[in-house]
């Protein structure tokens, strides 16, 4: 960071920080509830709160924000939208806490995975490939990822995903046969959990 503005009170210049991709004001009821980051529809919206949640590279209608594919770039609530990165965590790591791991991660956590459950992943690009690996942190029992590019469903494989090429069979089908016809997701009538 190069220059700091006068309502950044937490940060100083040279502080390595990472930009999420949301942009919350820190004030309104959604980001005084701890979810920031996904749902803050109050100050940084200019179009109103019917606009939906703001974000940098978001659509017209809510702002629009530039992206931060940018050399330098003004970020509005730095005080409250940058995160500090400590030493140990070098920049190649750091990338990738901006938007594609948190949106990873926040999914798995919204599937509410039990340790054992059954999940399945639908789409296989960058953010579906760590939905994976995130997955494999809430310890699921058994990963099932749907997709049609090889390379993806090879990556996935690789992380002990079991996969399905959609344009070859019937996802839905496929994972009914998977799982004896019980499906993915939390079972708690079959399994007592």
Same mark, same amino acid.
Do not use: H, W
């Given at each position: 960071m190069e220059q700091i503005g006068k309502g950044v009170r937490n940060l100083s210049p040279g502080d390595r920080v990472v930009i999420p991709s949301t942009i919350g004001c820190g004030?309104?009821?959604?980001?005084?509830?701890?979810?920031?980051?996904?749902?803050c529809r109050q100050t940084p919206?200019?179009?109103?709160?019917?606009?939906?949640?703001?974000?940098?590279?978001g659509p017209k209608?809510?702002?629009?924000?530039?992206?931060?594919?940018?050399?330098?770039?003004?970020?509005?609530?730095?005080n409250v939208g940058l995160v500090k990165l400590p030493d140990e965590v070098d920049d190649d790591q750091?990338?990738?806490?901006?938007?594609?791991?948190?949106?990873?991660?926040?999914?798995?956590?919204?599937?509410?995975?039990?340790?054992?459950?059954?999940i399945a992943i639908f789409g296989l690009g960058p953010v579906g490939q760590f939905c994976v690996a995130c997955a494999k942190l809430f310890d699921?029992?058994?990963? %099932?990822?749907i997709d049609t590019?090889?390379?993806?469903?090879?990556?996935?494989?690789?992380?002990?995903?079991? %996969?399905?090429?959609?344009?070859?069979e019937d996802p839905i089908k496929a994972i009914q046969e998977l799982t004896s016809g019980i499906g993915v997701g939390p079972c708690d009538r079959c399994c007592g959990r």
């Amino acid at each position: 960071m190069e220059q700091i503005g006068k309502g950044v009170r937490n940060l100083s210049p040279g502080d390595r920080v990472v930009i999420p991709s949301t942009i919350g004001c820190g004030n309104c009821s959604y980001c005084r509830a701890g979810i920031l980051r996904a749902s803050c529809r109050q100050t940084p919206i200019p179009n109103g709160l019917d606009a939906g949640t703001a974000f940098f590279g978001g659509p017209k209608s809510s702002g629009p924000f530039d992206g931060l594919q940018a050399e330098r770039r003004a970020i509005p609530f730095a005080n409250v939208g940058l995160v500090k990165l400590p030493d140990e965590v070098d920049d190649d790591q750091a990338i990738l806490l901006s938007d594609i791991v948190p949106t990873a991660y926040m999914g798995a956590e919204n599937a509410q995975i039990k340790p054992g459950n059954s999940i399945a992943i639908f789409g296989l690009g960058p953010v579906g490939q760590f939905c994976v690996a995130c997955a494999k942190l809430f310890d699921v029992g058994r990963i %099932v990822a749907i997709d049609t590019v090889p390379s993806r469903l090879e990556m996935a494989r690789a992380q002990g995903a079991e %996969v399905i090429d959609f344009n070859a069979e019937d996802p839905i089908k496929a994972i009914q046969e998977l799982t004896s016809g019980i499906g993915v997701g939390p079972c708690d009538r079959c399994c007592g959990r």
